[in-house]
């Protein structure tokens, strides 16, 4: 049976909408991604995160998930992290999208059967959602954080471009833009919601 982890990564928001606290704002949208990793079948659930935000790791943990400490909000100390807990195949998904649903999640796994890595752009903003890999991950797959990495990069270092398998996007919410987008009938997000009013 293939063992899979599925690690949110707090990654910095530089961004609130208006009247709402940065850091209640950062707590709530992770807590969201959090809460649907926990409830997923096919892997296991784990939070990575550097030093200074390890508190915050600790508020939004459910029991007995897994909290990573890396030196970086890059994906490579993450997916080295899972390679040395024995997980045949790891994802790294940006804290920042409260609403992500499960299946986005799914696609983004599904492709290692084959590939040898997977991105799921984070929509207009640019950058990724998520990327994930078979472990450990290729030596060819150079560091990057979620926002600077992108399916065009990290092809640049793949021995084939095929080697990197683009998934279905979904966009983080980095903006006013992407606040717009929120879709009220979907289902999760609710630290989210409460923190916009409903």
Do not use: C
Not at 17 to 27: K, M, S
Not at 91 to 106: E, F, R, T
Not at 122 to 133: E, S, V
């Amino acid at each position: 049976m293939v063992r899979r982890l599925v690690a949110v990564l707090l990654v910095p928001v530089p961004w609130s909408p208006p009247g709402v606290d940065l850091g209640e704002w950062r707590a709530a949208m992770a807590e969201d991604v959090v809460d649907l990793l926990a409830r997923l079948a096919q892997a296991e659930p784990a939070i990575a995160a550097v030093s200074a935000d390890l508190p915050l790791a600790e508020e939004i943990a459910w029991p007995g998930t897994r909290i990573y400490e890396v030196p970086s909000a890059t994906y490579l100390p993450v997916l080295a992290a899972a390679a040395r807990d024995g997980f045949d195949q790891a994802a790294v998904l940006a804290a920042d999208a409260p609403d992500v649903p499960g299946m986005i999640l799914g696609k983004l796994l599904r492709p290692l059967e084959s590939k040898a890595v997977a991105v799921s752009s984070g929509g207009p903003g640019g950058g990724l959602l998520g990327m994930a890999t078979s472990l450990p991950a290729p030596g060819w797959l150079a560091d990057h954080s979620l926002e600077e990495a992108s399916a065009q990069l990290l092809r640049k270092n793949a021995p084939k471009p095929g080697d990197v398998s683009s998934t279905p996007e979904w966009r983080r919410l980095r903006g006013p833009a992407e606040l717009a987008s929120l879709d009220p009938a979907l289902e999760g997000w609710e630290n989210t919601r409460a923190l916009l009013g409903g």
